[in-house]
């Protein structure tokens, strides 16, 4: 079965710098997709970004942007110029292609901006 | 982006009594809609998945008929408690999606419920 690893349970950052937060994730399979969502305290799960894992592009949407590894199974994800709004719980998450009901989570990183 | 609803947000009952959480997809049909728990200080636990008119199918663990789930529209999904307990008390969210392969996932704002 897949498993999705944040091996980060909290991070902070300065505002205005980067963080990355790391996600590494364990399947057999070679199609697939792969999410960052973000957990603000009203507790709303928001989509950050998402990667298919057939594209080797990286995605990026804004102030966020991943580092896709296939061969290493590592989705990362990087925050630039953080603000104080992006404080909260960030998982990752990961969706077979093949079987497309199951995503799975990650336990999350709690990422603190300091301002 | 597509917006999911829940409600209530939050519901407090006592024990033995039911509870019906409803989700819906505001601004677009959902082929298939999914609820989650989540623990505090926890990831999302998928509970069940349910596609329009069918059947919900629920992941091992999950008892079918404590947690009734009824996806009558593309529109609406409910999930309810049936005589719930304290160790019910959770946080859950529901989740829609437009397609199958490759859409992407919309969350509700989730509901809190606590069982006294």
């Known amino acids: 079965a897949q498993t999705v690893t944040q091996s980060q349970p909290e991070m902070s950052v300065q505002e205005a710098e980067t963080v990355t937060l790391s996600c590494t994730y364990d399947?057999?399979?070679?199609?697939?997709?792969l999410f960052w969502y973000k957990q603000p305290p009203s507790r709303q799960m928001i989509l950050v970004i998402r990667?298919?894992?057939?594209?080797?592009q990286n995605a990026t949407e804004n102030r966020f942007s991943v580092n896709f590894q296939k061969a290493a199974k590592s989705f990362s994800l990087k925050i630039s110029d953080s603000q104080l709004g992006d404080a909260a719980m960030y998982f990752c998450?990961?969706?077979?292609?093949?079987?497309?009901?199951?995503?799975?989570f990650g336990a999350g990183t709690r990422l603190t901006v300091k301002p | 982006g597509a917006v999911v609803s829940q409600h209530p947000s939050r519901v407090i009952c006592k024990s033995g009594t039911s509870v019906k959480i409803e989700c819906r997809s505001l601004?677009?049909?959902?082929?298939?809609m999914f609820w989650y728990r989540q623990f505090p200080k926890q990831s999302l636990m998928l509970m069940a998945t349910?596609?329009?008119?069918?059947?919900?199918?629920?992941e091992q663990g999950v008892e079918k008929d404590k947690f009734l789930i009824n996806h009558a529209s593309l529109t609406l999904s409910t999930l309810t408690v049936t005589s719930a307990h304290p160790e019910d008390s959770s946080f859950y969210i529901c989740?829609?999606?437009?397609?199958?392969?490759?859409?992407?996932?919309?969350f509700g704002p989730g509901t809190r419920l606590l069982v006294l």
């Open positions: 349910s596609n329009e008119g069918s059947k919900a199918t629920y």
């Open positions: 601004d677009f049909q959902a082929t298939t």
């Open positions: 989740s829609a999606r437009v397609g199958t392969i490759g859409e992407t996932q919309y």
């Open positions: 998450a990961y969706r077979s292609r093949d079987n497309n009901n199951d995503m799975r």
């Open positions: 399947t057999s399979e070679s199609d697939y997709y």
């Open positions: 990667q298919e894992a057939y594209k080797q």
